[in-house]
Nanobody, 115 residues
């Protein structure tokens, strides 16, 4: 079982910033596509951003221009820098990984944006 360990969630005012981190085992991280998803109460889970092991990124339209995904292969860590946060960004954020067609999920970290 692969453990994805998230950190960095919390409460922030609208317009503010937060940075999420997710660490994964080294031999797993190096060849996995990493990402972040989120789920707000009463809503479906949404894929927010992904980054391949080569550094190619994709973003949901709802976060383009505000969120940045990055990875540090030396630290086996993926980050999600969130700026210009809005109340509708409130959700549980999950670190995700895909390796050889298999999906993995972290335990989730709460992000709450107050208006």
């Amino acid at each position: 079982q692969v453990q994805l360990v998230e950190s960095g969630g919390g409460l922030v005012q609208a317009g503010g910033s937060l940075k999420l981190s997710c660490a994964a085992p080294g031999n797993f991280f190096s060849i996995a596509t990493m990402g972040w998803s989120r789920q707000a109460p009463g809503k479906q889970r949404e894929l927010v951003a992904t980054i391949t092991n080569g550094g190619s990124t994709k973003y949901a339209d709802s976060v383009k221009g505000r969120f940045t995904i990055s990875r540090d292969n030396a630290k086996n860590t993926v980050y999600l820098q969130m700026s210009s946060l809005k109340p509708e960004d409130t959700a549980v954020y999950y670190c995700t990984a895909k390796r050889f067609g298999v999906d993995y999920w972290g335990q989730g970290t709460q992000v709450t944006v107050s208006s």
